[in-house]
């Protein structure tokens, strides 16, 4: 039997603690223990990015993350990104209004990537279409997801 | 600041033309003011981007139980034993069952009784089904699944279609590996033949493709009672679930109640497969009395499901001097893999759309389907056409090289047309026929002529190149599956005014939920958001068949208008007793029914609503739509296999570095004959995602068998296009009246898929100058192509 | 799904780190993890204990006399845009903005895409052309290795279990008056981004004021058990003036110093042309001046 051990970090802006098993990832503390299955899975090995969330601010696949390792850390996750009142982040908005979702499974990762850019100021088309690519999207071929990505950073910039 | 693989740098510029006008504006049939063909939010996405939306892997229930498969690693094998006990003895596991623990029927097929659930003395291709372990967690079922042993003895199996139909062949099931032929036999090939003066032969070897979908395989199986069960399962088709796992568990059509999830992606993924996971996962829940849920992972769902079928085209075609084709003759080898599945259907369409939209006086087309030890071929977006246009169109092109004429000018001259209207299978197209508006429409958003006039001289190891494409898609079900073209809805106006409104036909992404919520509210005269599509559910509306065939849209919405009809015989009543007008006077309109030419009188549809409530009349309406059952002759090919017909033409426009061997699809420009837009943001939803999947199709999405076994199994080697490669795309939407669906609507959802891999394939050749019969083009295939032309072809010889 | 492991410790400092590491002979440390976890979820590594280094403060880049440090837990990102590694090292920055996709870049660390020694590790031959030195820690010591003697074969490096890489240490030299330095990273595969390399290469060459090629090293991935210079090729060129006949020969001479193989993601052959075709590239570019 595996080991349990403890994690205490910041989930969406409250403090947590968990117990889980020593080999447990974060997606799956996310989802099974912190009741959050906004964050998907869909490849299990970083590739297709639909368990992206931030840690300390940056997006990482959630499916390759100890769960362990967050010690200490802030994690957001698609459920938090828009803060605490609940609220839907501009760009989640801007993908609503854009048709940028299409069967939604890899929207929560692509939505948290997006936030990410749009936090790092970051409006060159092609630098963007890179950082964006580690989100595939079998539906929507991309662009209304750029498109969502122009309109929320319009937005923001008034 | 690095010296970069040659990869030109990509702006995005998309233009569309047409459709921001109102239809009436446009010359055609207009419809009172509503959402249709507007972009109002689409009814799912603000859940979705929330994270709010629960897919099947989003839903437990307390004791439910972990389900895993022990499957076969190796393709053909004779089955010497069975044991199960070390998986029994894995702690948590609560059950370990085989074939004979299957109540019902042990088989699976979609359509042929070829296809056991679990396998007893036979494996046939990877994936096939040794035991179900049910277990506490899913770390435990896993385990145990692994621990099953099976003693097989390996036998020879076949990997090769065209192979396979050697006498000497191993045989993958008794009866021989040509499972069927299918024809098209028109006009006199000898005839024609002597009148060509151009004659291209070619054979094409066109790779099979993954769904890769982004939410892969699942479903969860609950137990009601001792005597029925739910299942809730992304899919495309609730009710061939619940005709599968009826059989399996011996059980009434009526004791399985079928739930579609929110569903992850399909594109065919999940049309017939599901049913398989489905009843494992519903044995199991019967032996268990307990909840069951299966979830796939990646790397078993990329290795065991159905995939787009891998084809061997073999051509000769010719025209004559002034490139008018004469003659085509199409050998199709179909790899089926080891059971039919739905390979037969997927033929139909396949062998009455090899020939594409051109007039060709005389047609021999022989489609075989091949039983091989490979993984089986499913349901996959554009079901066999994008194959055989990928051939069709590659040779079009060569005759035209061949005749020293433009493509574009070639297909002028062969495309079908309001004077042209016979199809290969003698079928005459009715209403308005597109094909030369697309074609022109598509190459003027490319700047076809402009292209070839100054091609773009990039940096030295750039070429460019512009390849077309030109498709008919025959929309809905082939005549084959004409007792499945029938569906249901189900409408219910709340005292409130806001509508549920239920149908048969599933949204895995491509937005049916929004095209029946548009369709409802125009119907009703009320705002989208009035309307409530729920999920489909098999115990709410009848069977309405699978959601396939781009035929969503359409047979919904026809179900959906047919139940307003007949909620109107009430509603038209209670409305001009209120508005003091006669019931034929009553029309419905932004939220308000109206005397018909006196918008001043009206009254809310609200209003209506509530006092038809009061009145205690009903206020529920069912739907049902049927297609007009059509005749053909499949032994000749002869006759009318589809309804109606939608044309579609994309040009693609490329850079190839060749000594590398790297394609990068620049821009695609898509013109669409959509018959009429129901909701215009998921039409170019469907027109772009179709597009870039069939790009991956195209350039990178190589599924690699060895044994048939699938050697690339995950998204590391498994390369779907990601954001960096999506390509500039041009839309052009052409609206019409003719045959089609609610308010005149053609499927769009195949259409949008099938052309692109073959405009790339044809703006590649025409930017090295030379033909590539082989898909997909990956950096290998180009290099190998250019062959001793790569100009460091000599390393090789040194190197030996 | 929990990946199948026992336990994981969560050390506070390389000292501690290292002294697990001492007393749990086969436990298996673990920074990124986007290499590990996905070999111990598909079965391709196995460890009953692993050791989180997140906490042990191997991250950060360091400017020293000696040239450049940057510690093992440095991500990818940070390496990709950090000031002096852009402008000493491009070749390692171009790697680094190219290891897997940006979620990867912001979790991948240098030390652990060294020490997973995937024959097509990005900045691998990124970093042997800079001459890179790796530094070994144990609870007995530090100690310093050429990056190349790290490298034993597919996923296998000269490490012991109780050892752990805490730094990589890129000798910074100037270039000198009149002499031209070029230093590229390339990679080929079949989509642009998110790719592992099919091929790829790193050169860095100083040119003299006369023109000949003072310094050359060249290295490449995915075209050997490891990453690999190319050893032939620069004895060829080094000290010789770059002309048409030079890199044609150079070319063919590549093609001894890589020994490449079939598989999933191409053949020998194309690989073979790649790598003509990615150092023609790079030596045009060294004569264009």
């Known amino acids: 039997m595996a080991e349990r051990v403890s994690v205490t970090f910041t989930l969406n802006g409250e403090r947590r603690t968990f117990t889980v098993a020593a080999g447990r990832r974060l997606l799956d503390l996310l989802r099974d223990d912190a009741g959050l299955s906004g964050t998907k899975e869909g490849c299990g090995a970083g590739e297709c990015g639909a368990c992206t969330v931030l840690l300390d601010g940056r997006p990482v696949t959630s499916c390759l993350v100890l769960a362990a390792s967050v010690e200490g850390r802030s994690v957001v996750t698609v459920e938090g990104l828009g803060g605490a009142s609940g609220a839907l982040h501009p760009f989640q908005r801007a993908l609503v209004e854009k048709g940028g979702v299409q069967c939604g499974f890899c929207t929560p990762g692509v939505a948290v990537t997006g936030a990410a850019i749009l936090a790092q100021g970051i409006s060159e088309p092609g630098e963007r279409a890179r950082l964006l690519s580690g989100n595939l999207c079998r539906c929507t071929g991309y662009s209304k997801i750029f498109e969502a990505l122009e309109a929320a950073r319009e937005g923001s910039n008034g | 600041m690095a010296d970069p693989p040659a990869r030109p740098v990509k702006g995005r510029r998309s233009k569309v033309e047409g459709g921001s006008a109102r239809a009436a504006d446009r010359g055609l049939h207009a419809t009172p003011p509503g959402p249709l063909g507007g972009s109002h939010a689409r009814p799912d996405a603000s859940a979705k981007v929330a994270g709010l939306t629960r897919y099947v892997g989003d839903l437990a229930l307390p004791g439910m139980l972990h389900a895993a498969l022990a499957t076969s690693r190796v393709a053909s094998a004779r089955i010497r034993s069975l044991d199960t006990r070390a998986a029994l003895a894995v702690p948590d596991v609560v059950a370990v069952l085989t074939a004979a623990d299957v109540p019902g029927q042990n088989s699976i097929g979609a359509v042929f009784g070829d296809q056991p659930l679990l396998v007893t003395d036979r494996v046939r291709m990877v994936g096939d089904r040794l035991a179900l372990v049910a277990a506490r967690t899913p770390e435990a079922a896993w385990i145990a699944a692994r621990a099953v042993r099976a003693d097989l003895e390996a036998i020879p199996g076949v990997h090769d279609p065209v192979a396979a139909l050697d006498e000497g062949s191993p045989t993958v099931h008794d009866g021989g590996n040509l499972f069927r032929t299918l024809r098209v036999v028109k006009g006199k090939i000898d005839s024609r033949r002597s009148k060509a003066t151009v004659i291209v032969e070619a054979e094409y070897h066109v790779g099979g493709q993954d769904h890769a979908y982004l939410e892969p395989q699942g479903c969860l199986a609950i137990p009601e009672g001792r005597d029925r069960l739910t299942i809730v399962a992304s899919c495309?088709?609730?009710?061939?679930?619940?005709h599968a796992v009826a059989k399996v568990l011996g059980l009434p059509l009526a004791a399985v109640r079928v739930e579609q999830a929110p569903t992850g992606g399909g594109f065919g993924g999940k049309e017939d497969y599901p049913s398989e996971p489905a009843a494992c996962a519903a044995l199991l829940a019967w032996h268990t009395g307990r909840p069951v849920r299966l979830l796939f992972h990646r790397e078993l769902d990329l290795q065991v499901t159905t995939k787009r079928h891998a084809m061997v085209v073999r051509h000769r075609w010719g025209a004559d001097a002034k490139g008018k084709l004469q003659f085509a003759e199409v050998e199709t080898f179909m790899d089926a893999g080891a059971y039919a599945g739905l390979s037969t259907v997927v033929a139909e369409r396949a062998n009455v759309s090899?020939?594409?939209?051109?007039?060709?006086?005389?047609?021999?087309?022989?489609?075989?389907?091949?039983?091989?030890?490979?993984?089986?071929?499913?349901?996959?977006?554009?079901?066999?056409?994008?194959?055989?246009?990928?051939?069709?169109?590659?040779?079009?092109d060569k005759l035209a090289r061949e005749l020293g004429l433009d493509p574009l000018e070639m297909r002028r001259r062969n495309?079908?047309?309001?004077?042209?209207?016979?199809?290969?299978?003698?079928?005459?197209?009715?209403?308005?026929?597109?094909?030369?508006?697309?074609?022109?429409?598509?190459?003027?958003?490319?700047?076809?002529?402009?292209?070839?006039?100054?091609?773009?001289?990039?940096?030295?190891?750039?070429?460019?190149?512009?390849?077309?494409?030109?498709?008919?898609?025959?929309?809905?079900?082939?005549?084959?599956?004409?007792?499945?073209?029938?569906?249901?809805?189900?409408?219910?106006?709340?005292?409130?005014?806001?509508?549920?409104?239920?149908?048969?036909?599933?949204?895995?992404?491509?937005?049916?939920?929004?095209?029946?919520?548009?369709?409802?509210?125009?119907?009703?005269?009320?705002?989208?958001?009035?309307?409530?599509?729920?999920?489909?559910?098999t115990t709410t509306v009848g069977d309405s068949g699978p959601t396939v065939a781009s035929r969503g849209s359409q047979m919904s919405g026809m179900a959906i208008l047919d139940a307003v009809a007949r909620l109107r015989t009430r509603l038209d009543p209670v409305a001009a007793e209120l508005l003091g007008c006669a019931a034929e006077e009553v029309e419905l309109g932004g939220g308000f029914a109206t005397v018909r030419g006196q918008a001043d009188r009206r009254v809310t549809v609200a209003t209506v609503a509530a006092e038809m409530a009061s009145r205690r009349l009903e206020c529920i309406a069912t739907g049902w739509y049927r297609t007009t059952p059509r005749e053909f002759d499949s032994e000749t090919g002869q006759g009318d296999p589809y309804e109606f017909y939608a044309m579609a033409c994309h040009v693609a426009r490329v850079a190839v570095d060749p000594e590398l061997g790297l394609v990068t699809v620049e821009e695609v420009s898509a013109a669409h004959d959509v018959g009429r837009t129901i909701h215009r943001q998921a039409l170019e939803g469907q027109i772009q995602g179709g597009i870039v999947q069939a790009m991956g199709w195209g350039v990178t999405e190589a599924l690699h068998l060895r044994d048939g076994v699938l050697v690339n199994p995950n998204f590391t080697d498994y390369i779907i296009p990601t954001a960096a490669d999506a390509p500039n795309i041009n839309i052009a939407v052409l609206e019409s009246d003719g045959p089609g669906g609610p308010y005149g609507a053609k499927g769009i959802g195949e259409p949008a898929f099938i052309p692109t891999a073959a405009a790339i394939r044809n703006a590649v050749c025409d930017a090295l100058g030379l033909e590539i019969d082989t898909l997909p083009l990956t950096p290998p295939t180009v290099v190998a192509a250019l062959g001793d032309r790569h100009p460091l072809a000599w390393v090789l010889e040194k190197s030996r | 799904m929990d990946l199948p492991v026992q336990d994981v410790l969560r050390p506070r400092s390389l000292r501690e780190a290292l002294r697990v590491l001492a007393d749990h002979p086969g436990a298996r440390p673990v920074a990124g993890g986007t290499d590990l976890v996905v070999q111990l979820r598909d079965g391709r590594r196995q460890a009953e204990l692993l050791v989180d280094l997140s906490r042990v403060g191997l991250d950060g880049i360091t400017e020293t006399d000696r040239g450049i440090a940057i510690g093992a837990g440095t991500t990818m990102d940070v390496i990709a845009t950090h000031r002096a590694v852009r402008t000493h090292f491009p070749a390692l920055a171009t790697a680094a903005s190219q290891v897997g996709a940006w979620p990867i870049q912001c979790r991948a660390t240098l030390g652990g895409n060294l020490a997973n020694a995937s024959p097509a590790a990005d900045t691998a031959p990124a970093l042997l052309v800079a001459g890179a030195a790796v530094t070994v820690a144990s609870a007995r010591g530090q100690s310093q290795l050429p990056l190349e003697e790290l490298f034993v074969g597919p996923g296998r490096t000269s490490l012991r279990s109780n050892e752990l890489i805490v730094s990589v240490l890129l000798p910074v030299s100037r270039t000198g008056a009149g002499r031209r330095l070029v230093e590229r990273f390339v990679k080929v595969g079949p989509r642009r981004e998110q790719i592992i390399s099919v091929v790829c290469m790193a050169g860095r060459v100083v040119v003299a004021a006369d023109g000949r090629l003072e310094l050359v090293r060249l290295a490449f991935g995915s075209v050997a058990p490891t990453p690999v210079r190319a050893r032939a090729t620069e004895r060829l060129l080094e000290r010789r003036v770059l002309d048409d006949r030079l890199r044609q020969e150079a070319l063919g001479v590549v093609q001894e110093d890589v020994k490449p193989i079939d598989d999933v993601r191409a053949p020998a052959s194309y690989r073979r042309l790649a790598v003509a075709t990615l150092l023609d590239r790079f030596l045009a570019e060294v004569a264009r001046g």
């Open chain 2, 236 to 242: 495309q088709c609730p009710f061939y679930i619940q």
């Open chain 2, 354 to 396: 090899c020939i594409g939209p051109y007039a060709v006086p005389a047609v021999d087309v022989k489609t075989h389907v091949v039983y091989t030890n490979n993984l089986f071929g499913g349901a996959y977006r554009g079901f066999g056409a994008p194959q055989v246009t990928w051939a069709a169109e590659a040779t079009i």
């Open chain 2, 415 to 537: 495309a079908l047309d309001g004077m042209a209207r016979t199809l290969c299978t003698g079928q005459k197209l009715v209403g308005p026929v597109l094909a030369r508006e697309v074609l022109e429409s598509a190459t003027r958003m490319a700047d076809w002529d402009a292209f070839r006039a100054s091609r773009p001289q990039g940096s030295d190891r750039l070429r460019y190149g512009m390849g077309i494409s030109l498709v008919l898609y025959g929309c809905n079900l082939h005549w084959g599956g004409q007792q499945l073209d029938r569906s249901s809805a189900v409408v219910i106006l709340q005292p409130d005014g806001s509508v549920i409104v239920r149908v048969g036909l599933t949204d895995m992404g491509q937005g049916n939920l929004t095209a029946a919520q548009t369709i409802a509210a125009q119907a009703l005269g009320v705002a989208p958001a009035a309307v409530q599509v729920w999920q489909p559910d």
